[in-house]
């Protein structure tokens, strides 16, 4: 089993990342390079959280290898080992070779750091581009980054001037390298307590509200009013957007030098945007003989921009808004439901998407009322229950994790107890669990914050390349602090525990924070405590009521706001429940129509089929007559009008002229099976 299980989490977390990023991306619209770059940092981000857990139970194991071959107190190398008496050490099941997890760490962590630092900020901006070209897209995305780069070569240019002017600082390579490593370790432990705050209290709070129906059904309410808002908006901006694109199609022509341009913003648009505008177009004209002033380069790649964008948010709000009417529906079924006597689950609608056959067999109606009913509001909150007591156990942690002598942080002590019987199994599913978990509270925050309308992580493929990117950068620079955070937690960081012990390959990499004693032992170590304070301000919705207050509409149960928006798209739902259900009824009764009268039309069609055979065989033998034919519909009601035709006089009529044989007739009157014969040329003009 040596590195099996390394090679199982490598790819197993490959897969777990193609398919968060396929939920949330479009492969076949995005660009690649979004993709892979986008992949790429979700991958690495995750394999850090699924493998550190076994660098933790190969490094105990390392120690006590140590321990053994050492004796007490005796100094070994760099490390003070003491050895337990008696003690035999067993291999873990998931052991790692030695060499291996330091330059798999190595690898990991600087390609995450180059991606987050460096590449990742340049394809935002040249994803952004509303340029035309390579080199254009470039260009832009180089100007944008200039002051981004441009700050942090000034800051640590400034530092190494400092550095090299203070005759007190020896500093070497390893020593900068280290300090990098702290700059960007303490920009993202940061923002990483901010996060963390936050999911600790959200993330139960919000399955303990999901076992209550009354409040699912009107916080769909709420959203649906904000979305009718947000579409509504996305439509007007959309009609706009087109309308300068009309404008610019209808005054630059084929023979400009930027019709190039103007193609590929047509290319962007909706389809039918494309063929309205289509339909208008007037290419005969020179555009050097008008006086009017055409637009630049410059002007146009801005426009593009904003196709580009307006599109995809026109899009996005479409498809969400399908999606929460089918939310609100089924929440609708679920309150009717509860009083059924039958205890059968029953749907308004059928489903728009073809079911799995295994899931209908085992999900039948029975299990749906029992779970959607009875089971579910359970679960949610006995999962309420458990995620709590870990959201009050982190917190307890972070305020106590510097104390080693007592041990106070929960976790190092469920690790130490295990540690001493050397139950591997025990201590990765408890490292697991509980990287796992801070994870979760961090990564979730990600997914549900949305800055204005410039980073949106949207389910069902509707997530922008910007904002798949920018997700990218706060993976990679969120994840290292928060695993040297929990193993702070867990005192496997010799710069906590204050032991002169082996440290775990993943601590080696980043070196010793006693380069910078005021990070290490100041900000490493008391910044974490806020974290109370901020749990206090998400349990009280200080943030949620500070929005309000601003004028971004929150879902608060004591505002009258609330209440209204509620209403708003209670009315809205309604009015598309009765839409779809007089779409439905339509759609019965055109299938109940054609199961009714479906064999008699097509008896009718096919004795029309044999008349029209029949005219057919009579016109080729009769071909030297010049003869005028309209095509017609061949149904009971088209017959009914072709005989009533046929009896009536024409203005012109002579009883003189009429022969016994309509067929041979010329004298233009319409004939059984929808023709015309024309009038003979000879006597036309026969009443003159």
Request: proline share 3%; hydrophobic share 40%; aromatic share 14%.
């Amino acid at each position: 089993m040596s590195g099996a299980a390394l090679g199982l989490e490598i790819v197993f977390v490959f897969f777990l990342a193609l398919f968060l990023l396929h939920r949330y991306g479009d492969f076949k619209k995005q660009h690649r390079l979004v993709i892979i770059a986008t992949l790429l940092a979700w991958y690495l981000c995750f394999l850090i959280v699924f493998i550190l857990p076994l660098d933790v139970s190969t490094t105990i194991y390392n120690r006590c290898k140590l321990a053994v071959n050492s004796s007490p107190a005796e100094s070994n190398g760099s490390y003070i080992t003491l050895a337990p008496s008696k003690q035999k050490c067993f291999k873990p099941w998931s052991y790692i070779p030695d060499g291996i997890m330091p330059i798999f760490w190595r690898v990991v962590y600087w390609t995450s750091q180059f991606l987050t630092w460096i590449l990742l900020p340049f394809m935002q901006s040249y994803a952004r581009s509303g340029g035309f070209s390579i080199t254009g897209k470039i260009k832009t995305a180089l100007i944008e980054n200039a002051i981004y780069y441009g700050t942090y070569l000034l800051i640590f240019g400034a530092f190494l001037i400092y550095v090299a002017v203070n005759p007190n600082f020896n500093l070497q390579w390893n020593q900068l390298q280290t300090i990098g490593i702290a700059a960007a370790n303490t920009w993202g432990l940061f923002l990483l307590v901010l996060l963390l705050g936050y999911g600790l209290v959200e993330i139960p709070r919000s399955h303990w509200n999901g076992a209550k129906r009354g409040y699912l059904l009107m916080k769909t309410y709420f959203k649906a009013a904000k979305l009718m808002t947000e579409k509504a908006d996305a439509e007007e901006n959309l009609e706009d957007i087109m309308e300068e694109v009309r404008k610019v199609s209808e005054s630059i022509k084929y023979n400009h030098p930027l019709r190039k341009c103007v193609d590929t913003i047509l290319k962007k648009c909706p389809t039918e945007y494309q063929e309205r505008m289509g339909r208008n177009m007037d290419d005969y004209e020179d555009f050097d003989e008008r006086q009017n002033s055409y637009p630049s380069e410059k002007s146009l790649a801005k426009l593009h921009k904003q196709v580009i964008y307006s599109v995809q948010r026109h899009r996005r709000t479409q498809v969400q808004w399908q999606i929460l009417l089918e939310q609100a529906f089924y929440l609708e079924d679920v309150a009717k439901n509860e009083s059924s006597a039958t205890r059968q689950f029953v749907h308004t609608f059928h489903s728009q998407e073809p079911e799995n056959k295994i899931v209908q067999y085992f999900y039948t109606p029975t299990v749906e009322w029992y779970w959607e009913c009875l089971l579910r509001p359970w679960f949610y909150r006995v999962l309420a229950v458990v995620l709590a007591t870990f959201s009050v156990i982190v917190v307890w942690s972070e305020c106590t994790f510097f104390s080693t002598k007592p041990v106070l942080s929960l976790f190092a002590v469920f690790i130490q107890l295990a540690e001493k019987t050397y139950n591997y199994i025990y201590i990765e599913m408890a490292c697991f669990l509980t990287i796992f978990f801070l994870s979760i509270c961090v990564y979730s925050t990600v997914f549900r914050i949305r800055v204005f309308n410039y980073y949106y992580l949207a389910s069902h493929h509707q997530t922008d390349a910007y904002s798949l990117l920018f997700s990218g950068m706060l993976f990679c620079r969120l994840t290292p602090p928060l695993c040297l955070n929990f193993l702070g937690l867990t005192h496997m960081d010799a710069t906590i525990s204050h032991k002169n012990t082996q440290p775990t390959a993943y601590t080696s990499i980043m070196g010793s924070m006693r380069v910078l004693s005021f990070i290490a032992d100041g900000f490493y170590i008391y910044y974490p405590m806020l974290v109370v304070i901020l749990c206090i301000a998400t349990y009280f919705s200080l943030g949620t009521r500070c929005l309000n207050l601003l004028g971004f509409q929150q879902f608060m149960g004591d505002s009258e706001m609330t209440s209204d928006l509620i209403d708003e798209g209670k009315e809205l739902i309604r009015r598309e429940k009765r839409k779809r259900q007089r779409q439905e009824e339509g759609e019965t009764r055109r299938r109940e129509w054609k199961e009714r009268y479906g064999n008699r039309d097509d008896s009718t069609r096919s004795r029309a089929v044999h008349t029209d055979q029949k005219e057919s065989s009579f016109s080729e033998t009769n071909a030297n007559r010049p003869l005028s034919k309209y095509t017609r519909s061949n149904g009971r009601t088209e017959r009914d009008r072709i005989e009533l035709l046929q009896d009536a006089e024409p203005l012109d009529f002579n009883a003189d002229s009429v022969n016994d044989d309509p067929l041979e007739s010329d004298s233009g009157r319409y004939q059984p099976g929808g023709r015309y014969l024309s009038m003979s040329r000879s006597k036309i003009f026969d009443d003159v």
